[in-house]
């Protein structure tokens, strides 16, 4: 059985850095698109960032763009997400998801793409 889960997920102030980690486990696959999605409260799910871990393409929201890195960690079937430059908007449960495929870059912030997700971990940005 396939388990996501992530952790890192912590209070911050405005401006301040966060790095969350996801693994990946229960699987015989050994590449995976992995996506890193947030959900505020009253706000839609939205992608944030993705990546391929066979060949280490990234996908990033707009909004994130400068401020978020996504990279495969030295584990297997593991990536993290880093943060800086957080602002108060940022603020929201984040998920990581995994599907066991490569997912067309145009499609990786969509969550219907993806077949296993975490439980969330929630970053809270203060100002």
């Known amino acids: 059985q396939v388990q996501v889960v992530e952790s890192g997920g912590t209070s911050v102030q405005a401006g301040g850095s966060l790095r969350l980690s996801c693994v990946v486990s229960g699987s015989t696959y050994n590449k995976f698109t992995m996506g890193w999605f947030r959900q505020a409260p009253g706000k839609e799910r939205e992608g944030v960032a993705a990546?391929?871990?066979?060949?280490?393409?990234?996908d990033y929201l707009d909004s994130v763009k400068g401020r978020f890195t996504i990279s495969q960690a030295d584990a297997a079937n593991s990536v993290y997400l880093e943060m800086s430059g957080l602002e108060p908007e940022d603020t929201a449960m984040y998920y990581c998801a995994a599907a066991a495929r490569r997912v067309g870059r145009v499609y990786r912030l969509a969550s219907f793409q993806y077949d296993f997700w975490g439980q969330g971990t929630l970053v809270n940005v203060s100002s």
């Open positions: 990546i391929y871990t066979g060949d280490s393409g990234t």
